[in-house]
Each structure stands twice: as C-alpha cells, then as structure tokens.
Antibody
C-alpha cells in the first residue's frame, strides 16, 4: 500500500517561492510519474507537473516558467517549487502518483 | 491550457444509474482515454479508473468507465448517498505534453 505524506509552508507573501515536499512510502518509487496538482478554494483541479525517478519532468504550459519539480530517489521524495507566487496561487496542493494522493496542503498567498 | 468538458452538475435518485461524460479531442481523450477521479468535500481526490478503464483495487464494480471517440464516460450504478461528490476526468494531451482536467461534475443523489 502506497502512502504519500507532504509538507511545506502554508503562508507566503506575494513574490515568494512556494516549496512543498512529498515522501512516498511503500510500493515502487521508480514505477510511476510523481505528480503535483492544485485546487483553488471552491474550484476544480489543475495539473501542475510531474517527475519520474530519473528526473524527467513535464509541466503545465501555463505554469512552466515558474515551476520546478525535482526528485530525491535516495529518500523516495519529490518536491515542488513555484516562484513569484501571487494571490491566484492560493490553493490546496496535492502530491500523487500511481493513483495515490497525499493529504493536501493549503497554501495561502497574502501580504 | 485547453481543458476537458464536463457537465457542471448531474442529479439522480437513490439506487438509480448516473452516467457522467467528459469530452475532449483527438489529442487527449480520443488518443489515450481518460482517468476518472472522485472527490468528496474537504478530501483528496481518489482514482476510480485509469485511462485503460481499469479500476484500482478496492473500487466498487458499481463504477465503470468507457470511451467512444473523443468522449469518455463514467457510469455509476445503484447510486448510494456516499456517491454524492465531485467527479473529475483527466487525460494526457499529446499536443501539450501535459495532463488536462475537466472542470468537474457535481453529482447529487436525491
């Protein structure tokens, strides 16, 4: 049974960098693409990007200039960085992969 | 980013059958199919089916996914109160090299 545990800062000021990490427990870390999605309050899901165990990435074209997703295979972890955040980046951020999802982290951007 | 099209809401009675639709194009749904996710308020999403229409282990066989052309469908039989949730479809878009989501359908069980 795969479990994902995520963590990171929940309150940011405009122009700061969002940073979240997700640890994967159980299952095969090398078997999937590991994904970040987000959900603004009261809205739908938005795909941010993904990374595989070798570091190959794909990003949402609308966020690509601000997003970096990286992987640390020694710890079975992957991370999200989103630079120059604004209020529109306020959302619950979820990590996932292989059909499994983390618990979500509410990130609020406010001055 | 081009998304997939889902009806905003569907209402059906208890023990009835609901069919939710997800329309894309030949670069996404029509190419490799769509996955379906269920999300209850305040909870993470949960996969109900993968792009190949297979269900993850533990998912009830009341949920079945299919595809015809550029439209994917999720059929839920014997509706139960706990089926009341938001349902999202998602597909890989080969022209964008990105995953795209539908806007979600809120299913109400009357």
């Amino acid at each position: 049974q795969v479990q994902l545990q995520q963590w990171g800062a929940g309150l940011l000021k405009p122009s700061e960098t969002l940073s979240l990490t997700c640890a994967v427990y159980g299952g095969s870390f090398s078997g999937y693409y590991w994904t970040w999605i987000r959900q603004p309050p009261g809205k739908g899901l938005e795909w941010i990007g993904e990374v595989n165990h070798s570091g190959s990435t794909n990003y949402n074209p609308s966020l690509k200039s601000r997003v970096t997703i990286s992987v640390d295979t020694s710890k079975n972890q992957f991370s999200l960085k989103l630079s120059s955040v604004t209020a529109t980046d306020t959302a619950v951020y979820y990590c996932g992969g292989g059909g499994y999802w983390g618990q979500g982290t509410l990130v609020t951007v406010s001055s | 980013q081009a998304g997939l099209t889902q009806p905003p809401s569907v209402s059906k009675g208890l023990r009835q059958t609901a069919t939710l639709t997800c329309t894309g194009n030949s670069n996404n749904v029509g190419d490799q199919g769509a996955a379906w996710l269920q999300q209850h308020q305040g909870h993470p999403p949960k996969h109900l089916s993968y792009r190949n229409n297979n269900r993850p282990s533990g998912i009830s066989d009341r949920f079945s996914a299919s595809r015809s052309g550029n439209t994917a469908s999720l059929t839920i039989t014997g509706l139960q109160p706990e089926d009341e949730a938001d349902y999202y479809c998602s597909a890989w878009d080969s022209s964008l090299s990105a995953w795209v989501f539908g806007g979600g359908t809120k299913l109400t069980v009357l």
